[in-house]
């Protein structure tokens, strides 16, 4: 028989279109079903083009896929002009009507309508996402389809640990640890679309680890980090010297999940060596230290993709000491321009990171190796030229298509060991 997966996201990023292409190149794609999906030439692309929905054009995809390709943009694009026009009452978390929630909640029952409709001969997988699997699994369940469950994020029981232990180590910032605001029935879904699950996609073996804590069975789980972005074709070193500081970058949410309270804390420590550039949207302006800190740094709330590929090509080292994460694609984005990073044992750093040599692994949660690791940069600087030319090289080796053949392949082992 003909082996075919459905593949859901409400909202679509570099590594589900990856995936959504590997599929389709192993002929393994049943059909795409996700928000906004734009094609060059067609109404939504259009529509991408004003300011205020530009964000539109990031979700375009190939027009190979468009006859497999399913949208329900109207959640999405409310979602989008809330954003714009500052109406936070449709996107409060979990309860506005234009809330990411709901997009999920929204796509995941349209996906088990589906699944229950019909009769699917070629159909033998649904590949879904965390917080927008659990009723399509349940139909796929149902009618003997398979359940493809990506977790893009370590699991939450291991993340309230974390986040509360955070909030003690830093209570002026506990305003920017969002991630503890998910309701009990959020979180009771996320452990059913885990239970119902036959294998578990996730992109570092930090992920892998925190499922420790999942009170239950669970079924194999596949660790395969993400692909880079083609990499620069040039970067050129700039020496530093008693008249140039380090120019360090972090980019990614105002919050101390991603370890910004760290991230200031040692550039000021450093002041008269360093020099920091924040990029990111502040996930509260309630918090009275991130806006003094703010103020003391260059601060840009946002910017295009590319641009951002840019500022970090301009930079010696990007720093990103986040103290929960599922992967951490600016990783992944620097080392593609030749910038070396600095991260945690709780991104995707290990898995594609050997310390001192491509780019530098720090515990999470610890100042002091970070403040440690960019005074020996500083010591060394020849060395940012070394490692940030391994790194590109590491991204070089990596592609997107890579990751998206690896995840069709493990879903195709799946098929033949069942």
Same mark, same amino acid.
């Given at each position: 028989?003909?082996?075919?997966?459905?593949?859901?996201?409400?909202?679509?990023?570099?590594?589900?279109?990856?995936?959504?292409?590997?599929?389709?190149?192993?002929? !393994? !794609?049943?059909?795409?079903?996700?928000?906004?999906?734009?094609?060059?030439?067609?109404?939504?692309?259009?529509?991408?083009?004003?300011?205020?929905?530009?964000?539109?054009?990031?979700?375009?995809?190939?027009?190979?896929?468009?006859?497999?390709? *399913?949208?329900?943009?109207?959640?999405?694009?409310?979602?989008?002009?809330?954003?714009?026009?500052?109406?936070?009452?449709?996107?409060?978390?979990?309860?506005?009507?234009?809330?990411?929630?709901?997009?999920?909640?929204?796509?995941?029952?349209?996906?088990?309508?589906?699944?229950?409709?019909?009769? *699917?001969?070629?159909?033998?997988?649904?590949?879904?996402?965390?917080?927008?699997?659990?009723?399509?699994?349940?139909?796929?369940?149902?009618?003997?389809?398979?359940?493809?469950?990506?977790?893009?994020?370590?699991?939450?029981?291991?993340?309230?640990?974390?986040?509360?232990?955070? #909030? #003690?180590?830093?209570?002026?910032?506990?305003?920017?640890?969002?991630?503890?605001?998910?309701?009990?029935?959020?979180?009771?879904?996320?452990?059913?679309?885990?239970?119902?699950?036959?294998?578990?996609? /996730?992109?570092?073996?930090?992920?892998?680890?925190? !499922?420790?804590?999942?009170?239950?069975?669970?079924?194999?789980?596949?660790?395969?980090?993400?692909?880079?972005?083609?990499?620069?074709?040039?970067?050129?070193?700039?020496?530093?010297?008693?008249?140039?500081?380090?120019?360090?970058?972090?980019?990614?949410?105002?919050?101390?999940?991603?370890?910004?309270?760290?991230?200031?804390?040692?550039?000021?420590?450093?002041?008269?060596?360093?020099?920091?550039? +924040? +990029?990111?949207?502040? +996930?509260?302006?309630?918090?009275?230290? @991130?806006?003094?800190?703010?103020?003391?740094?260059?601060?840009?709330?946002?910017?295009?993709?590319?641009?951002?590929?840019? @500022?970090?090509?301009?930079?010696?080292?990007?720093?990103?000491?986040?103290?929960?994460?599922?992967?951490?694609? +600016?990783?992944?984005?620097?080392?593609?321009?030749?910038?070396? /990073?600095?991260?945690?044992? *709780?991104?995707?750093?290990?898995?594609?990171?050997?310390?001192?040599?491509?780019?530098?692994?720090?515990?999470?949660?610890?100042?002091?190796?970070?403040?440690?690791?960019?005074?020996?940069?500083?010591? #060394?600087?020849?060395?940012?030229?070394?490692?940030?030319?391994?790194?590109?090289?590491?991204?070089?080796?990596?592609?997107?298509? /890579?990751?998206?053949?690896?995840?069709?392949?493990?879903?195709?082992?799946? *098929?033949?060991?069942?």
């Amino acid at each position: 028989m003909v082996k075919k997966i459905l593949i859901s996201h409400p909202t679509s990023n570099a590594n589900n279109r990856a995936v959504v292409n590997g599929l389709s190149k192993a002929s !393994l !794609l049943y059909a795409f079903h996700t928000s906004i999906a734009s094609f060059e030439g067609d109404l939504i692309h259009r529509l991408g083009g004003f300011k205020p929905f530009k964000e539109i054009r990031r979700r375009q995809f190939d027009l190979g896929l468009k006859t497999m390709t *399913h949208s329900s943009p109207f959640l999405e694009i409310g979602r989008i002009a809330s954003l714009k026009l500052g109406l936070n009452s449709l996107i409060k978390h979990e309860t506005g009507y234009f809330s990411i929630d709901n997009i999920y909640r929204t796509l995941d029952k349209q996906m088990a309508i589906k699944l229950g409709n019909k009769s *699917h001969d070629e159909l033998t997988g649904i590949y879904a996402y965390e917080d927008g699997a659990y009723e399509s699994f349940l139909s796929a369940k149902i009618n003997e389809i398979n359940c493809f469950y990506d977790l893009p994020i370590g699991y939450w029981r291991t993340a309230q640990k974390i986040l509360k232990a955070e #909030k #003690k180590r830093w209570p002026d910032w506990s305003s920017t640890l969002t991630g503890l605001q998910d309701s009990e029935y959020k979180l009771k879904r996320k452990d059913n679309e885990l239970a119902l699950a036959d294998r578990i996609f /996730v992109a570092s073996s930090f992920t892998a680890k925190t !499922l420790l804590d999942y009170p239950g069975q669970l079924a194999p789980i596949e660790i395969i980090p993400y692909g880079f972005p083609t990499p620069a074709a040039h970067r050129n070193y700039t020496a530093i010297g008693a008249n140039r500081k380090l120019k360090i970058l972090f980019v990614g949410l105002l919050s101390q999940r991603k370890g910004i309270a760290d991230t200031f804390e040692v550039a000021n420590n450093l002041n008269n060596y360093v020099e920091l550039t +924040v +990029v990111g949207r502040q +996930v509260t302006n309630d918090c009275e230290a @991130l806006n003094k800190e703010l103020s003391k740094h260059n601060w840009i709330p946002s910017l295009p993709h590319n641009e951002v590929l840019k @500022l970090m090509h301009s930079h010696d080292v990007l720093i990103f000491p986040s103290i929960f994460e599922g992967f951490g694609m +600016v990783i992944t984005e620097a080392m593609s321009q030749g910038t070396p /990073v600095i991260t945690t044992n *709780h991104t995707a750093g290990p898995d594609i990171i050997n310390h001192n040599e491509n780019g530098w692994l720090i515990s999470a949660g610890s100042s002091q190796e970070l403040q440690n690791c960019i005074q020996e940069i500083l010591t #060394k600087p020849e060395r940012i030229a070394y490692v940030g030319k391994a790194a590109r090289e590491t991204a070089r080796n990596r592609s997107w298509e /890579v990751y998206g053949q690896e995840v069709s392949q493990a879903i195709i082992k799946h *098929h033949e060991s069942i």
